[in-house]
T-cell receptor, first 116, second 109 residues
Framework: GAGVSQSPSNKVTEKGKDVELRCDPISGHTALYWYRQSLGQGLEFLIY????????KSGLPSDRFSAERTGGSVSTLTIQRTQQEDSAVYLCASSLSRGGDNYGYTFGSGTRLTVV | QKEVEQDPGPLSVPEGAIVSLNCTYSNSAFQYFMWYRQYSRKGPELLMY??SSGNKEDGRFTAQVDKSSKYISLFIRDSQPSDSATYLC?????????WGAGTKLIIKP
């Protein structure tokens, strides 16, 4: 597609339930990133994919968070046993490559997650 | 102390004014400095990108980097109501971007 697509756009879930968030990057973009944005906070890095591998998982806040990417394209971020502090906007971005002088990330509109 | 500090605002100015948005940082290793604009319920979009110190101009926007002071700025000339958004600065650290919290800008018609 023309841009980065994320679904669902909004998700309300009960505490303790699992959620899956989906990201469909721009075709041909090998790098994919997940960020979390809480109210009044900057973007918090979660995980980076190059192709299907995740060389940088340093930002995942706990073992309840996991992500995968298949076919060098779609990525899924899974949060198990959701907690109220997981409530945030989860943003996905893709780019042609990572590092150097290429910071032309294209972001999706995000998934707004609310844990009640 | 955060690596990147940015005043959250909101900053409210009249249409046509010159706007100055700023970030300070602590890590002298940062080399790439970016400004992103984020409209409500949208993802950030890249506005300006600067390598090392100096100025860069693109239309009504000018980005400045002062590495000696660890201070970056974004200037918007002839501000328009459509410029109302949150502006986030970002800088690199081992190819991972470190973000400011964003400044909410309101341009009053």
């Amino acid at each position: 597609g023309a841009g980065v697509s994320q679904s669902p756009s909004n998700k309300v879930t009960e505490k303790g339930k699992d959620v899956e968030l989906r990201c469909d990057p721009i075709s041909g973009h090998t790098a994919l990133y997940w960020y979390r944005q809480s109210l009044g906070q900057g973007l918090e890095f979660l995980i980076y994919f190059q192709g299907n591998s995740a060389p940088d998982k340093s930002g995942l806040p706990s073992d309840r968070f996991s992500a995968e990417r298949t076919g060098g394209s779609v990525s899924t971020l899974t949060i198990q046993r959701t907690q109220q502090e997981d409530s945030a906007v989860y943003l996905c971005a893709s780019s042609l490559s990572r590092g150097g002088d290429n910071y032309g990330y294209t972001f999706g509109s995000g998934t707004r997650l609310t844990v009640v | 102390q955060k690596e990147v500090e940015q005043d959250p605002g909101p900053l409210s100015v009249p249409e046509g004014a010159i706007v100055s948005l700023n970030c300070t940082y602590s890590n002298s290793a940062f080399q790439y400095f970016m400004w992103y604009r984020q409209y409500s319920r949208k993802g950030p979009e890249l506005l300006m990108y600067t390598y090392s110190s100096g100025n860069k101009e693109d239309g009504r926007f000018t980005a400045q980097v002062d590495k000696s002071s660890k201070y970056i700025s974004l200037f918007i000339r002839d501000s328009q109501p459509s410029d109302s958004a949150t502006y986030l600065c970002a800088m690199d650290s081992n190819y991972q971007l470190i973000w400011g919290a964003g400044t909410k800008l309101i341009i009053k018609p």
